[in-house]
């Protein structure tokens, strides 16, 4: 197909080929005619799809990759696969802090400590009143600092049950990052990247579920990047599980949630009873620097109750209101439902749609994995600026 078209100067020949164009145009250039010729078009059409993603993994960032995606559909089919986004995650080490209301973006110096494998939870360290933060909530503050705390993947040690963490903290003050320490935690961890990532910020203090091998919620671990690494002891607080919050299957890590509800962490925890019925419980931490043995009688229950519901292929809750701790978020198949607790009211107030595509059935499976909620922190004059890093770095 060859199609012409005269406008002043220029003029334009296009040739369908494959799934790329041939362009050929003929424009004046200071007064010049000049033919721009089909050469990186012919190119494109003959390349190996090999060659072709190690190209486009070296796109700068995730907004080029969308642009790219609509040239024609082979790139948007090699752009869509689960390993060429792998690939581009692994090509692209740099860290950004970024404000998504001011669209101001800090680059970070590079991390110490191999990335590839790395989790990270930014703690940011907001100046509020605690006096009137107990009598009513408010999650407006000032930024003042940040850190940034990367945790690589845990090493297991041979022939024993323990892990060890390797751990980094970036450092806004200073612009630099820590020197990575090792720290051990006293069982062997399994499936970590699909729910450790899943971390929680509540008063500088990053939190994490902890499954062992099996995929059983063991602990909770807690860092506070601001107290340093020289005490591990203080940085590091391994906190148990709740009395009550049972045994076996029921511990496992897809059941159970962490999230804030007016500032504070709570963690729930939703199982089967029988057809469409399941039972509820939610507990609050009620933390303490001074708890060096962190005991589980800081933990409070806050609910207790039995929730009917359609018994889907799959019910995860995903998130807390941040306000109303009587109101949850739950994931039913591929709807998201806001459910009142204890009224049994549930509202829809969303739906994923998913085309048929080999790609989107790995997507529908792995959802209730993949489906992270980030809740939105207020500052009191508006959108402030992130800290800026020192100039000599």
């Given amino acids: 197909m060859v199609e012409m078209e005269r406008e002043g100067s220029k003029r334009m020949i296009t040739s369908k080929s494959g ?28 390349i190996l799809d090999d060659l072709l993603n190690e190209i486009l993994i070296r796109l700068p960032d995730f907004q080029s990759i969308i642009r790219c995606s609509t040239v024609c559909k082979r790139w948007f089919s090699l752009l869509s696969q689960p390993q060429f ?6 090509h692209h080490k740099d860290y950004y802090i970024y404000n998504p209301l001011t669209g101001q973006l800090v680059a970070l110096p590079q991390a110490p400590t191999n990335q590839n494998n790395a989790m990270c939870a930014l703690v940011l360290d907001c100046t509020c009143n605690k006096s009137e933060s107990r009598i009513g909530w408010s999650n407006i503050c000032p930024m003042n600092k940040f850190r940034l705390l990367q945790i690589c993947t845990p090493r297991l040690i041979q022939f024993q049950t323990d892990s060890i963490f390797n751990v980094s903290i970036y450092c806004s003050e200073t612009g630099q990052w820590t020197e990575p320490i090792d720290l051990l ?11 450790f990532r899943q971390a929680v910020v509540s008063d500088r203090v990053a939190y994490w579920l902890l499954p062992d091998e099996d995929g059983y919620v063991q602990r909770i671990v807690a860092f506070d990047p601001f107290k340093g690494t020289d005490n591990p002891q203080i940085f590091m607080r391994l906190i148990n599980l709740p009395v009550g919050f049972g045994r076996g299957w029921r511990t496992m890590a897809q059941f159970v949630r962490l999230g804030l509800v007016q500032g504070r962490l709570r963690m729930s925890r939703l199982t089967k009873v029988r057809d469409s019925t399941f039972n509820l419980k939610v507990w609050e931490l009620i933390y303490s620097d001074h708890d060096d043995n962190a005991s589980s009688n800081f933990w409070l229950l806050v609910h207790d109750v039995k929730v009917n519901m359609k018994n889907t292929f799959r019910h995860v809750i995903i998130a807390f209101h941040p306000e109303n701790g009587d109101v949850i978020f739950l994931l039913n198949d591929f709807d998201i439902y806001q459910y009142e607790i204890g009224s049994n009211k549930f509202e829809k107030v969303f739906n994923f749609s998913f085309a048929d595509s080999p790609y ?27 800290p800026m890093i020192p100039a000599s770095i």
Avoid at 185 to 195: D, E, M, Q, Y
């Fill in 19 to 46: 799934c790329c164009e041939k362009i050929i145009k003929k424009r004046k250039i200071n007064g010049k005619p000049v033919q721009i010729s089909a050469e990186a078009s012919e190119f494109m059409s003959v």
């Fill in 85 to 90: 986004v792998r690939n581009f995650a692994h």
């Fill in 185 to 195: 935690i006293p069982f062997r961890l399994h499936g970590w990247r699909s729910w």
């Fill in 360 to 386: 989107t059935k790995w997507v529908k499976r792995s959802l209730h994995e993949r489906l992270h909620v980030f809740p939105l922190v207020r500052f009191s004059l508006g959108p402030t600026q992130i």
